[in-house]
Structure formats: structure tokens, C-alpha cells
């Protein structure tokens, strides 16, 4: 996902291709709920990257090419959108290549999953389902290398070695340089995986290696990037798009009369509304196209649009939640978990708490808005795009433009930001209709406004937890009722029930140690579209149970570290489908169990880190969080000051255990980042609705922090367990889901107030 | 007709007055380096120097720049290495890289206007600017780092 990082879910692209094979949409929701059960009883289950449409690759002809300069080329599959996947793929490949930093380059692979294997960037899963395909791909063209030296020389393999863009003869000591051998390499066939000598972890050069420059760093600085809102063509066209402010909403009768008159404008455009369920369709509405996007902003401010707003015109966040609240008050919720006996456990309890949490719809506003350019003619069909899904979106241009796939082309630019908004390729179709529209090259660009109101919101949730404690204060009974609109339902029409992968978000998979669990689904129907938003239903479940769980330890006098230890409970490893988490981010539960040792260990780091316990001054105050996401452990201590109702955070300590690291830096910046982002979902950043329309615009209104709301210090701890040889866990996301829940354990430290919705906004102000 | 001197190149332009010169110079002069982030003075995405003072591009009309000299990132320096472009370099600090332009053009004109830069100076001048993948510790570090090596 992404961040991104990005925040996607495997399920979820299952549900993408299962649409495409025309699946209806009953069995598309059992197909997204529990793919290795609709298997064959006898075929073999498959998970990681086996598992992703069009799995692995690892071919090194697909990814490495040497020019006779020795210049390195890195074919990148994954799109780049902060993550520093160029950067790190390219460290993985140049290291088992044995090849200069210095001379290595990177290229961007088009949308061709045949080719590159799986290239949905989401999830958190680039190097978790590449390291492997690419230290191989690495290995093999090393190996081509020095046969092709070995056979120049008349001596055996053996005798022969690959280092420094050079390959040696280690009895004679010649070489001979990587340029020289590229051409006769080249001719050689691939080796046979089975025999490949992949590198000894301890002589790795790049790889763990906390110094590697961004391959981006110089054209980032000089401004001669290409993000997809950057590409220029011959004869290119400008375009915006005036979209029904209502989902689900078209238009009556449009006047463009004033609009054909600005200076620039060329044609008005009527583009038709979605079908339901919406995917990934345009959202219809009137298309201004123009000499430039000025005169196209112009352009759509004269037009006289009358819209009918449909079946989602009352939506308003205000009601909704009042909605939500009364469907987590009821038992008749969908059964989700049942262990033990809440019922009972919970009637024998000494004490009973409970607690309900609000989490708003966000928007992911990636700092480029959605932006493409299309060219369609005479058959085919080029777009330059900020995608995150390279070949959903080739696929879907294929359908909508009638054309084979061949005939398609997707270049993916750099991503200004993606975070899950990315994932969707809407506004790339926007484009190539114009462009088929107008025989010309179209850019379409989304100003701020029409990225904050017509996005792909995360979710809106109420988490009601309940807890029944023993007369010493431990946790016996649990019960957790969680209702939010589905992911879901962008791909089936109303479908009310949380989908596996967004409950096994760090609700079905929460390893607690506590007899009697329980968890409830009751419905909730969409009003918007519903999309992934970097870590997706980590966020609400993560604030609702590391809330709760502080809550608990309030409750009895505890210390919440402690508590949160005894909740987690005794270093153990936990088959996520023997507690009701039959999906595991799509890996295997034997190579991937949760950890409590490792979850256990990150809070500590925190805990140290941040000097827990210690006496701060009024208005000051600490708290903790703790989450497993991703297939990664990370904690997170905050501190906070609250000074007249503002919250201050002079400090962030946050630790991650996601195995052994490819790219140290990088991991570093993922948890940064994660840190603002959640600093701004705690404090900041929410969308309202009313009468079916986002009430947000603009950054204006839609507060990110600034240098000046954001934490002064942030401090990352990288705990590693497990060698290069151990699966790798996700980096992109699980850094945010406990960020909020901490803060709102701190607030509560400084001031005793209970933050159980968010963001805090002005709560705190008297 | 509007005259202007963009990196150093005499340009004129006949055509609606009221277009910020954001748009100008990307679809008129191609010069994409200068971003689009919210278009109404929020995110400093568009930053450029204005006759040397860091200017939100999104929101200047062209008419205001005739006769004025506009520098972009592309043209801050020649050969990427102003001491902001180093330092940035140096610490990673970016991630998607989009706000970056922006966040350098602010910065530059921020450390070669003032001698001694305090925290205060930084956060509130680079407050402008903002950064939706979280890259104000490095942007902070940065600064701190190409100051110094100005005074140097
Ligand atoms: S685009 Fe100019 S300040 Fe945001
Ligand atoms: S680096 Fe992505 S917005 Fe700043």
C-alpha cells in the first residue's frame, strides 16, 4: 500500500481480478472472504507472493540489463511513492550482482504483470514477496556473468569470481570488467534456480546497510522528477472533471455556454456515472477540456450543472454515527469470534467496563492529487500514470477502451504519495475516455477539492468494547462489537458485513491472553466509497482495543504497561487461524505466526526509551500502544503536553520488529512518517458528510500537521530478530495503527481526560 | 504583453493575466518542477523566488511577475549543489519526493536571507510547506546541516 506504503490487502486483490473473471457478486464476497477454502479439497494452499494474481518472477533477463559501459539497469516493478522501493529493490539486486553502487540505474517497469510478476504496491509486501525473486534474479545474472568469463578464459566456473563490476581469475588474476561480458552473458541461459549460490548474508555491501542514497535523490533536488501530473505530451490537451457532489449522484442539464467562452477552453465533455457497485469507474459528470489547466479550472467554474443527487443525498456523518451507535448496542450483530463464555464470564465478573470508540471517514490525500495522461488512438491506448496498481489498470482500460491488453499501455511515473488512493485507477480511465473523446493526448488533473470530495474514504467505525475483570483486576471476558461500511462495497452492491481481511485488521488476530472472547459484527451499509487508506481497519481496531486496554488499567489502579503486558500475556507464538484469523495479511500461519515475545519486546524498547514512570509535570503525560500489523510488531510511546486544551508532542519513541531489514533508512523513514501521519489522525484529520457531501476541500479544512504540529522528536528503534533467511514483515503501514491510542493514552495521563473519539480537534478546550 | 525572466531567460507572455504563474510555468514553459499541492496558498507544493522571496506560485498572477525574475528549482543552482540540494541529499530527507521542490525553494531562500537560524526560525517559516509523507525531522535536519555549511 503504502506507504506505503500502502495500504492494501492481498483479499483485496483477489476481490479486483475475481470481478474481472466475472464472478458473480455472492460468490466474490465468499471468494474475498476465504480464498483457500474454495479451493480444491485436495489442491495445495498457497500463500505470499505464490498466492498474488500472477505471483513471482525472478528472471534476471526480465530484471537486470548491462550496457557495454557496465552501466547496471534495474527493471523496478513496484511503484514508488515514498517507500524507497527504487531504491531498495535495485540495493538487493546490485548486491548478489556484485555490482558499484555508482554504476547502477534504475528503470521503471510498465504494467505487465506476465512479465514482472505481481505488481499491486500495497499491503506492505514489496520486499516481504520480492527479496527472495530479486536476490535471485541478482544471483543469476552474477552467475551468467562469470561463466561468460569463464568460458572467455577456457577454466572451470570454479576458479573464477564476481566482485567489484569486475570478474576475477582467481588463479591467474585477470579480469575482465562487466561491460566487456554483458554481450556474451547474455546469450547464456539462466542457471537453474536449485544450483544458485545466493551471497553470504555477512558479506552483504547494501543490503542492511544504512547509507545507500536515494536512487531519486538527485533528480528529487534538481526538480526533474516525472510524477503522472508531469508528463507532457505533443498536442497534449488539459482537463478537470466537475463530479456529482453526491455518490451515486448524475447530472440533470448542464448550461457550458459561459465555459466554451474562456479563453483556452476547447470542448465540453459529458462522461456517463458508474454502474453499482462502482469499482473503480469514473464517477461521471462534465469534463472541461482546455489549452492549459488554467483555463480549465476556468472553464468549470462557468458551467451551470444541475445535479440530482440520488440515493445517498442525506448522508451526513452526524447521523450516521448516531446510526453506528445504536448497532453496537444490540446483539444481533454477525458472530465473528466466540471463544470460551463471554456471557457467563461476564456475569461472574467483579467488575464490568465498557467503553465505545469513533473513528472518522480520512481521506489519504496523497500530496500529488490523482493525476494522468492518456493517449488513445487508432487502436491503442498509452497512459502515464501515478498508479500503485500498474496492471488493474491496464486491465480496466483494456475493457473500457474495447481493447485487447496488448494494445494497452500503462508507463507508471513516480508516485507524488499514494497511501491506498493510488490503488484505484478511476482517474486514469477519466483521462483515456477524453482522450478517445477528443483525438489528442489528455492530461487530466485533480485540484485538492476534488481529491478531498470524491476520494476513496477510509472507513467510519464504532468500536464498543466491554470487559468483564476478576476481583484482582484481570481481564476475563471481552467482548468487542465493531460496525463500519465495507471495502466491500465498492465491489458487490450493499454489502453490510466487514469483509475477513479487514477484520483480521487487528481485531480477529489481537493476541490476547483472555479466556472468554468474543466479537460482533453488526451491519453497516456505505454511503461514500469506501477505500484502503494506509493500514486500513488497523486504524479504528488499533485505537479502540490499545485505548481500551489503558482504560482497563485505569480502571483498576494498574500500571498500563504492566496491564498491557498481562494483556498480551506470556512470550508465545500464535496461529493466527487457531484464534479466528483465517487470513494472516495472505501468509503462511507456520512461517508468519504472531509473536508475543516479539510484541512484548518492542513495548519494552518504547518503554525504556521514552523513561516510563517517570514524573513529568502537570499537564504532561505519557502513553503507550502496542499492534501487530502487517506481519510486523511495532510499539510506539508518546509524550504529550496539553497546554489550554492544544496537544504538544515533544517526543515519539516507536519500535518495529519486521525481521531482518533490507533498507535500515528507509524502514527508519516508513516509522517517521507513520508517526506524523498518525499524529494528524489523532489530532487533525477527519471528513465529515452532510447532506451527502464531504464537508472538507481544501488543507484549508483538512488539517495534516505541519513542521509546527508535528512531533519535535522521533526516535526509531529497529528491533531485529531473525536472519535474511527468515520471512520479512511489512514496513509501510504497521507503523500507524498505534500512534493515535497512544496519544490518547498520554492526553489522558496529563489531563484524565478519555479521548474515544476522533481526532481530538478542540475536545480538550473548556 | 508580460515580460519575465524565468532562470535567467527572457520570456513574455500575451495571454489571460489572471493565470498564477504556477500554471505558467508548467504548461506554458514546461518547467514541472514547481508542483500543484492545493492551489490556495496551503501547502507550499508550488514554492518559487520571486525577485529572491520564497512566493507561493499557485496564487500569483503572472500579471504581478512582469518585469520580475522568477527563479524555479530547476534553475536554483546549475549543478544541484546549493547547500540546501546537498544536504537534503545527505539525510535522505525525502520519501515521495512531490513537496520537495517546494520544500527546498522555501528553505533556500530561508538560509540565504538569514545568518543565524534558530528552531524558531526554521518551524515557523517551514511551517508553510507541507509534507503529507512526514518529512519534517530530516527537512529540519537538513536545514541546520546547510546552514552551517553556509557560515562555513
Ligand atoms: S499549490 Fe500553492 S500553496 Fe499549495
Ligand atoms: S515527501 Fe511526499 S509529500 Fe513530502
Sequence with gaps: ?766 | MITLTVNGMEHSFDGDPEMPLLWYLRDELGLTGTKFGCGIAQCGACTIHLDGYATFACITPISIADGSEVRTIEGLTEKGDHPVQVAWRDLNVSQCGYCQAGQIMQAAALVDSTPDLTDEDIDTVMSANLCRCGTYPRIRAAIKQAAEARTE
Design chain 1, 1 to 766: 500500500m503504502s506507504n506505503n506504503p500502502v495500504a492494501v490487502a492481498r483479499i483485496a486483490n483477489v476481490s479486483r481480478r475475481s470481478i474481472l473473471l466475472g464472478l458473480s457478486a455472492g460468490s466474490l464476497v465468499l471468494a474475498v472472504g476465504l480464498p483457500t477454502l474454495s479451493r480444491a479439497q485436495d489442491a495445495p494452499v498457497e500463500f505470499g507472493a505464490d498466492a498474488m494474481p500472477n505471483g513471482w518472477r525472478d528472471d534476471p533477463n526480465v530484471f537486470v540489463s548491462i550496457a557495454d559501459d557496465g552501466i547496471v539497469t534495474v527493471t523496478v516493478h513496484r511503484s514508488e511513492m515514498g517507500q524507497g522501493v527504487r531504491t531498495s529493490i535495485a540495493m538487493v539486486v546490485a548486491d548478489e550482482l556484485e555490482a558499484e553502487w555508482d554504476m547502477v540505474r534504475v528503470t521503471q517497469a510498465p504494467g505487465n504483470e506476465p512479465r514482472y510478476g505481481n505488481q499491486d504496491t500495497d499491503g506492505s509486501r514489496s520486499l516481504r514477496h520480492f527479496f527472495d525473486p530479486m536476490r535471485r534474479a541478482g544471483a543469476s545474472a552474477r552467475t551468467m556473468l562469470e561463466q561468460a568469463a569463464a568460458d572467455a578464459w577456457n577454466v572451470p566456473l570454479s576458479e573464477v569470481r564476481a566482485e567489484g563490476h569486475v570478474v576475477r581469475h582467481a588463479g591467474s588474476d585477470r579480469t575482465m570488467s562487466y561491460g566487456k561480458l554483458a554481450t556474451a552473458a547474455a546469450a547464456l541461459p539462466v542457471p537453474d534456480r536449485e544450483g544458485l549460490r545466493l551471497k553470504d548474508p555477512a558479506t552483504f555491501r547494501y543490503v542492511g546497510k544504512a547509507d545507500i542514497g536515494l536512487v531519486d535523490n538527485d533528480d528529487i533536488t534538481r526538480g526533474t522528477t516525472t510524477y503522472g501530473i508531469d508528463v507532457r505530451r505533443e498536442g497534449m490537451l488539459y482537463a478537470v472533471i466537475a463530479r456529482p457532489p453526491v455518490f451515486g449522484g448524475r447530472v440533470v442539464s448542464v448550461d457550458d455556454s459561459a465555459a466554451l467562452q474562456v479563453a483556452g477552453v476547447e470542448r465540453v465533455v459529458r462522461l456517463d456515472p458508474p454502474t453499482i457497485p462502482a469499482e473503480f469507474q469514473p464517477l461521471g459528470g462534465i469534463a472541461v477540456i482546455a489549452r492549459n489547466t488554467w483555463a480549465a479550472i476556468k472553464g468549470r467554474e462557468a458551467l451551470v450543472i444541475e445535479w440530482e443527487d440520488g440515493p445517498h443525498a442525506a448522508y451526513s456523518s452526524e447521523d450516521f454515527e448516531a446510526e453506528l451507535e445504536a448497532a453496537v448496542q444490540t446483539d444481533d450483530g454477525k458472530l465473528i469470534l466466540n471463544r470460551g463464555d463471554v456471557g457467563a464470564a461476564l456475569a461472574e465478573a467483579s467488575t464490568r467496563i465498557v467503553a465505545e470508540y469513533y473513528i472518522p471517514h480520512l481521506a489519504q490525500a496523497p500530496m500529488e492529487p490523482p493525476a494522468a495522461v492518456a493517449d488513445v488512438h487508432d487502436g491503442s491506448c498509452e497512459v502515464w500514470a501515478c498508479v500503485q496498481a500498474p496492471q488493474v489498470t491496464r486491465l480496466r482500460l483494456a475493457q473500457r477502451m474495447e481493447l485487447p491488453e496488448e494494445d494497452v499501455t500503462v508507463n507508471v511515473t513516480l508516485l507524488g504519495g499514494g497511501f491506498g488512493r493510488k490503488s484505484k485507477p478511476d482517474f486514469v480511465l477519466e483521462a483515456a475516455i477524453l482522450s478517445r473523446e477528443v483525438g489528442a493526448p489528455v492530461k487530466l488533473t485533480w485540484t485538492r477539492e476534488d481529491d478531498l470530495q470524491h476520494s476513496y474514504y477510509h472507513t467510519v467505525s464504532v468500536e464498543r468494547l466491554e470487559a468483564g475483570l476478576d476481583a484482582q483486576g484481570k481481564a476475563v471476558a471481552w467482548l468487542h462489537r465493531t460496525a463500519a461500511p465495507t471495502i466491500g462495497s465498492i465491489f458487490a452492491p450493499d454489502p453490510r458485513q466487514k469483509l475477513p481481511f479487514e477484520l483480521g485488521m487487528g481485531l480477529t488476530n489481537m493476541p490476547l491472553d483472555i479466556p472468554n472472547v468474543r466479537a460482533e459484527n453488526p451491519q453497516a451499509p456505505a454511503h461514500t466509497r469506501i477505500g484502503w487508506y494506509r493500514s486500513v481497519s488497523n486504524i479504528p481496531h488499533a485505537f479502540a482495543i490499545q485505548s481500551f486496554i489503558a482504560e482497563l488499567a485505569e480502571a483498576t489502579g494498574r500500571d498500563p504497561l504492566e496491564y498491557l503486558l498481562e494483556v498480551i500475556g506470556p512470550a508465545r507464538l500464535i496461529d493466527p487461524s487457531e484464534i479466528g484469523d483465517v487470513w494472516n495479511y495472505g501468509e503462511s500461519p507456520e512461517r508468519y505466526p504472531i509473536d508475543t515475545g516479539r510484541l512484548r519486546k518492542v513495548t519494552e524498547t518504547v518503554a525504556e526509551a521514552i523513561g516510563w514512570g517517570r514524573q513529568l509535570p502537570v499537564g504532561s503525560g505519557l502513553g503507550l500502544a502496542a499492534h501487530y500489523s502487517f506481519v510486523s510488531h511495532v510499539a510506539v510511546a508518546t509524550e504529550v503536553e496539553v497546554v489550554n486544551g492544544e496537544v504538544h508532542i515533544p517526543r515519539v519513541e516507536i519500535a518495529i520488529d519486521c525481521g531482518a531489514h533490507v533498507n535500515p533508512d528507509r524502514i527508519r523513514s516508513q516509522m517517521e512518517g507513520a508517526v506524523i501521519m498518525g499524529v494528524g489522525q489523532a489530532l487533525t484529520t477527519e471528513i465529515t458528510f452532510q447532506d451527502g457531501r464531504p464537508q472538507q476541500g481544501n488543507f484549508d479544512s483538512y488539517l495534516i500537521p505541519r513542521m509546527e504540529t508535528a512531533p519535535r522528536e522521533i526516535n526509531v528503534h529497529l528491533v531485529s530478530s531473525g536472519g535474511y533467511d527468515q520471512p520479512l514483515g511489512g514496513v509501510g503501514e504497521p507503523g500507524l495503527p498505534p500512534i493515535a491510542p497512544s496519544i490518547a493514552n498520554a492526553i489522558f495521563a496529563a489531563t484524565g481526560t478519555r479521548i474515544r473519539r476522533l481526532p481530538v480537534a478542540d475536545q480538550l478546550r473548556s
